[in-house]
């Protein structure tokens, strides 16, 4: 049995130690907001947080995740108020087909955990993820944007 | 937000007393929030149901798959129907209804562009029909003529005496009056929502990770399917070896089709680590030594055949060119393409007995319920597909394939639901693609630089004969010729001739179908004229388009707003193209530079579009950015290349997407809507993007590009 914590709750799960992060997530707790696109950590559909990390969760073995705490845009949410990365995506309207939002969301709290006002080029270098609508003008204008709310309810 | 239809409890009934009682279809479909908002309210129309909290629950017939028509679609319900917009949700046709009712409809058809314009008349009709009724049932309630009443923002209102009831409050009574058959529908100067940027009604749910997709079906003792398809394109299986994976944890069932081995476990995972220990045997067939440069080699001799069928014949070409001051010839060639939705193929089925129910992400839910029956050999009747939210389409999603196996898979393991996904590695092997076509182009100049005659040779593969083979007439696919065969230049003396040349790789429509390769060649070569003409691209352009008012106002649209002909800091240099498609007219110009080592600046892209009426400002400027996303991705890295007749690339490493750092940053959507008439908005705008860049590219450098992807010719982005 793998223990891993999972948008802070505690899971027991009989699987294969080998057994992707992302396919435990899916398959055996049913949190389907991590998606699968490539399988080869290339498209950021699956991205997670690990211990505040952002991971590629479909190539992470999940017994890299024993005892850890993962956070999937299931867990972005406080007390019913959606994570302003959210809001801003909602704001600016960023989601085309949806498909790779939950990745490039987890992606962008990340970034903005570690870096509070992040230039172009910053944004550049932590977003790789896909998106084949090419949201991308709009995810960048959404993530000043969330950027300046996090500063000012920090401040 | 779309949801799966939810029968009212009359409709229930009627259906299991039809169907002979007991049904589990129904039974299995999760609550809608129609019901969740207590009991749900009368239909007014196929289209429209009006709870008794006066929220409006709005139908969607078409499939979602990321141009944000089920909100549009919605808006042209309610601009009719005069409800409250904050109080509309969305739900999914059910395809058991549709059959049901007689197909009450419509196309449930998701492609070409053609959601909002093919049915934009008969959904403000409904919207209309039902406000009617309202109206009429409110009028009757008071006694007073119907003329004395008013609908707005989902209130009636008796002018004269200010009495109000609110819409949930006659949809009963509205619900048993007849629809009137004719129905007067506003101007569009009266309207209030089309045409106004609305939020889009699926976003809230997609930024919370809802489970929408047809990926995310999970249902109570599903299985989970993985396959692998013959590697080279109608190959067959021969055998499968499968002592390596006896008694692995979760296995449940191989499955053998004709060209496929599916393994079935109680988790993607294990189903997918399982079929790769699989030793399997095909039958490559006749293709299996068929190469990228041998196919091209066969396509290219329809360049060269000596008689094709004649598509277009005007003037007299060759007396053209015998008078011609000068000739200008040139040949082009554009690739396969993969789709490459980010949500790969899958397909959740069930079947029991004589009934199958599908869960699907499917551009054309009739057409999964159509190949559903067929495969399972049970009438239409027994069958209901529940459409899902699409991870991406882009046309891929149009063809079958994935429900005919699935169901298949599904028949195997009776009685259990089983949901098949494809890895990456067979989605990117396995699509319908983008058909590689060459064209030659000879075009004649008289001494003042015009265009006086041009012949063109179209060697492409046709998605037609494989789909709709009777519209091919006389070997000529027009279908194929799109861009080209309707071209709106005036050319004196054109001959347009067409070779179909199909090798063994399928081909399908994908964004912008044809006219995603042949503007690039087209206007490239229009391009090449007026630079030998010694003319302004966009000067000769004009000249050739002085009857073509709509094509004129875009290509003049994107003239002005890049400010075409103005000074432009040192080593930047424009390129223009112009290029009509999906009922709608565009016209890009890009700015770029380029170093002396290949590096690709494209500092400005600028696109202007005329698609008649826009229905939702905010997301036709979306669709822009999308275009050039889309459309750049495969100008810049797009090929899917073959050897031993199967396809080499096999994920995103080597079939290269656009990322954020790549796409231009300076990207301005002109929006120049003429009215009149309803266009497509998802496609047009892609149209012109490869040959403006092009042009540009051959204004900064003077070489000039003939083949694509860029990646092959000496360029990469900077």
Known sequence: MIELTVNGRKHSVDVEPEMPLLWVLRDVLDVKGPKFGCGIAQCGACTVHLNGEPVRSCSVPVSAAADQKVLTIEGLAQRGQLHPVQKAWIDHEVPQCGYCQSGQIMAAVALLAKNRDPSDKDIDAAMTNICRCGTYARIRTAIHAAAKTLKSTKA | ?718
């Open chain 2, 1 to 718: 937000m779309p949801t799966p239809l939810r029968l009212s409890r009359r409709d229930f009934l009627k259906v299991s007393t039809a169907l002979g009682g007991g049904l589990a279809l129904e039974l299995t479909l999760p609550p809608s929030a129609a019901l969740a908002a207590g009991t749900p309210g009368p239909e007014l129309t196929a289209w429209i149901v009006i709870n008794p909290d006066n929220s409006v629950l709005i139908r969607v017939a078409r499939s979602e798959m990321g141009q944000g028509s089920s909100t549009g679609l919605a808006m042209l319900v309610a601009e009719e129907l005069e409800c409250d917009w904050k109080k509309v949700r969305t739900e999914f046709v059910s395809t058991n209804e549709q059959v049901r009712r007689n197909r009450a409809w419509g196309s449930m058809a998701t492609g070409g562009s053609r959601s909002i314009r093919d049915s934009q008349e008969y959904l403000r009709q409904a919207g209309a029909a039902a406000r009617e009724m309202l109206v009429a049932a409110a009028a009757q309630r008071w006694k007073v003529s119907r003329e004395e009443c008013d609908a707005e923002n989902g209130v009636v209102t008796h002018l004269p005496s200010g009495r109000k009831l609110r819409f949930g409050q006659v949809a009963q009574a509205a619900s048993r009056l007849e629809p009137p058959k004719d129905v007067k529908l506003k101007d569009p100067k009266e309207w209030n929502l089309i045409g106004r940027p609305a939020r889009r009604l699926d976003i809230p749910d997609k930024v919370r990770g809802k489970p929408l997709f047809g990926i995310d079906v999970q249902l109570p003792g599903m299985a989970y399917a993985a396959i692998a398809q013959c590697p080279v394109f109608r190959g067959k299986l021969v055998t499968v070896a499968d002592e390596r994976i006896k008694g692995l944890r979760g296995l449940i069932k191989v499955v053998k089709l004709e060209d496929a081995v599916a393994v079935v476990a109680d988790n993607w995972w294990r189903a997918n680590r399982t079929l790769k220990l699989l030793a399997i045997e095909w039958d490559a067939g006749p293709n299996g030594g068929a190469s990228t440069e041998s196919i091209r080699e066969f396509v290219r001799f329809g360049l060269e055949d000596s008689s094709v069928p004649v598509a277009r014949n005007d003037g007299d070409v060759e007396a053209a060119f015998s008078s011609a001051a000068k000739v200008v010839e040139s040949e082009y060639y554009a690739p396969f393409l993969n789709h490459a939705p980010m949500e790969p193929m899958n397909c959740t089925a069930l079947v029991n007995g004589d009934r199958v129910e599908v869960w699907a992400p499917t551009q054309n839910a009739e057409s999964t319920h159509a190949a559903a029956a067929a495969t399972a050999g049970v009438p239409l009747e027994n069958v209901e597909v529940h459409l899902t939210h699409l991870g991406g389409g882009f046309g891929r999603r149009g063809f079958q394939d994935y429900t005919r196996q699935a169901v298949s898979i599904a028949k195997a393991v009776e009685g259990r639901p089983v949901k098949l996904l494809w890895s990456r590695e067979e989605d990117m092997q396995h699509d319908y693609y983008r058909p590689m076509t060459l064209m030659r182009f000879k075009a004649a100049l008289d001494s003042g630089g015009r265009l006086t005659a041009w012949r063109v040779r179209d060697a492409s593969h046709s998605i037609m004969a494989g789909v709709r083979p009777q519209e091919i007439k006389e070997g000529v696919d027009r279908h194929a010729l799109g861009g080209i065969v309707d071209m709106p230049y005036e050319v004196p003396n054109l001959r347009i001739e067409f070779a179909m040349r199909n090798s063994h790789v399928p081909v399908g429509f994908m964004r912008t179908v044809f006219h995603s390769q042949n503007p690039f060649m087209r206007e490239s070569f229009v391009d090449e004229m007026a630079h030998a003409a010694g003319k302004d691209p966009y000067e000769f352009r004009r000249a050739m388009l002085q009857g073509k008012p709509k094509d004129l106002g875009v290509l003049d649209a994107a003239a002005r707003v890049s400010g075409w002909g103005s000074p432009l800091p040192a080593g930047v240099h424009r390129g223009i193209a112009v290029q009509d498609s999906h009922g709608s007219y565009a016209a890009a110009v890009f700015e770029v530079s380029v170093s002396g080592a290949g590096e690709l600046d494209i500092r400005r892209v600028v696109v202007a579009v005329d698609p008649g009426y826009v229905v939702n400002p905010d997301s036709a400027e979306a669709q822009v950015q999308s275009c050039v996303a889309y459309g750049l991705t495969s100008v810049l890295w797009g090929e899917i290349t073959l050897k031993e007749g199967r396809v080499e690339q096999s994920n995103f490493h080597d079939y290269r997407i656009m990322r954020i750092a790549e796409m231009p940053k300076r990207i301005e959507a002109v929006l120049v809507p003429s009215g009149g008439f309803w266009g497509g908005m998802g496609e047009t705008p892609l149209a012109p993007l490869a040959p403006a860049l092009c042009n540009a590219i051959f204004a900064a450098t003077g070489k000039r590009i003939r083949s694509l992807p860029l990646k092959n010719q000496g360029l990469r982005l900077a």
